[in-house]
């Protein structure tokens, strides 16, 4: 491909040989994580966690309030009542924790996905 071809941003799922792959082959492009992908693995991991569908959707709304954070600041804010509000879900805690925050948050987070501007948008999120 000619260098004026290349993708300055790629959007993938979280398939680890897809993601080591755009670092050898696209080493200048940012690598961002598709959030309805993230969403629908939190739903399948952690909503059978909860009793009700109502603290399900509760949790959900806390999850998405840190996903759609624009700040670092209010990134950290939202973590923080996550999981205050959800201490009793320690399992669910620790699964969007370790599985998705503390290893991708600059994947997927507004706080760090908004700073992409490409083809005119604002931001990734379109």
Same mark, same amino acid.
């Not at 993601?19 to 200048?28: E, K, L």
């Given at each position: 491909?000619?260098?004026? =071809?290349? $993708?300055? #941003?790629?959007?993938?799922?979280?398939? *680890?040989?897809?993601?080591?792959?755009?670092?050898? %082959? /696209? $080493?200048?492009?940012?690598? *961002?994580?598709?959030?309805?992908?993230?969403?629908? !693995?939190?739903?399948? !991991?952690?909503? &059978?966690? /909860?009793?009700? !569908?109502?603290? +399900?959707? &509760?949790?959900?709304?806390?999850?998405?309030? #840190? %996903?759609?954070?624009?700040?670092?600041?209010?990134?950290?804010?939202?973590?923080?009542?996550?999981?205050?509000? =959800?201490?009793?879900?320690?399992?669910?805690?620790?699964? #969007?924790?370790?599985? +998705? *925050?503390?290893?991708?948050?600059?994947?997927?987070?507004?706080?760090?996905?908004?700073?992409?501007?490409?083809?005119?948008?604002?931001?990734?999120?379109?």
């Amino acid at each position: 491909m000619d260098e004026k =071809f290349l $993708p300055s #941003v790629i959007v993938t799922d979280r398939e *680890l040989a897809l993601m080591n792959a755009i670092g050898i %082959v /696209f $080493p200048t492009a940012r690598h *961002l994580l598709c959030r309805w992908h993230i969403s629908k !693995n939190v739903t399948t !991991n952690c909503k &059978k966690m /909860f009793e009700g !569908n109502e603290k +399900w959707q &509760k949790f959900l709304l806390g999850w998405n309030t #840190v %996903v759609y954070s624009s700040t670092e600041e209010e990134y950290l804010d939202h973590c923080a009542t996550l999981v205050k509000e =959800f201490h009793t879900y320690p399992n669910a805690i620790n699964y #969007v924790n370790h599985t +998705w *925050l503390e290893p991708y948050r600059e994947k997927f987070v507004s706080a760090w996905t908004d700073t992409c501007m490409h083809l005119g948008n604002t931001s990734t999120n379109r």
